[in-house]
């Protein structure tokens, strides 16, 4: 089946700091990503989509100044949560679709000391 | 609008006894639906779809579960649970009738398997 990357699967970082988190397509092209933020406990929730070769369109409540969204090319979406404090600590996740389904990738477990 | 409604937020079982995990839905469109299993610390994994063929899906690990139009449901079953199989479970909907589009998730319904 369709194979998700996702890259960092863990990282902890300094409070003030940016993170750039990777999510790649490895044997599909993927015009459209998604990245879902998971809170302990909870359900995924959808921050926003990301859109090859345009801009991302954001989920109401999400910042787009802090939460930094770049699709260059057909396999590869990137999240940056810049500036990062400790209430940015989470799960996050992508997903990329082909015809069939959406698959995701491992997730990014993110702590912010 | 869409939404999905998990009715049990934390479901136990032994090993060897049956697995049901309930879903309701609510749909606009004709839906397509998923059940996705998440491992602790892990992604999610497909564990089957339903996009209007077969109402009976079989998907893997020994898991099915049966579109039922008239009761708004897509119930997760196996005939026997494994200790492996304790994991959290979300149900999801298409945002958008067919496999593209945005997926709502479900709140997730936490499998736990006894010995």
């Known amino acids: 089946g369709a194979v998700v990357s996702q890259h960092p699967s863990r990282v902890i970082c300094k409070s003030g700091t940016s993170v750039k988190i990777e999510c790649r397509s490895l044997?599909?092209?993927?015009?459209?990503m998604f990245w879902y933020r998971q809170f302990p406990k909870q359900s995924l929730m959808l921050m926003a989509t990301s859109n090859e070769g345009s801009k991302a369109t954001y989920e109401q409540g999400v910042e787009k100044d802090k939460f930094l969204i770049n699709h260059a090319s057909l396999t590869l979406s990137t999240l940056t949560v810049t500036s990062a404090h400790p209430e940015d600590s989470s799960f996050y996740i992508c997903s990329a679709r082909d015809l069939r389904a959406a698959f995701f990738g491992q997730g990014t477990r993110l702590t912010v000391v | 609008a869409q939404s999905v409604t998990q009715l049990d937020s934390h479901v136990s079982v032994s090993e060897g006894t049956p697995v049901l995990l309930r879903c309701n839905y609510s749909s606009s469109y004709s839906p397509s639906l998923f059940w996705y299993v998440q491992h602790p610390n892990k992604g999610l994994q497909l564990l089957l779809k339903y996009t209007s063929a077969a109402t009976l899906v079989k998907g893997i690990n020994g898991f099915e579960a049966e579109f039922k139009k008239s009761e708004t449901s897509f119930h997760l079953t196996k005939p026997s649970a494994h200790m492996s199989d304790a994991a959290e479970y979300f149900c999801v909907v298409s945002a958008i009738g067919g496999s593209q589009g945005n997926l709502i998730f479900g709140k997730g319904t936490k499998l736990s398997v006894k010995p």
């Open positions: 044997d599909f092209q993927a015009t459209t």
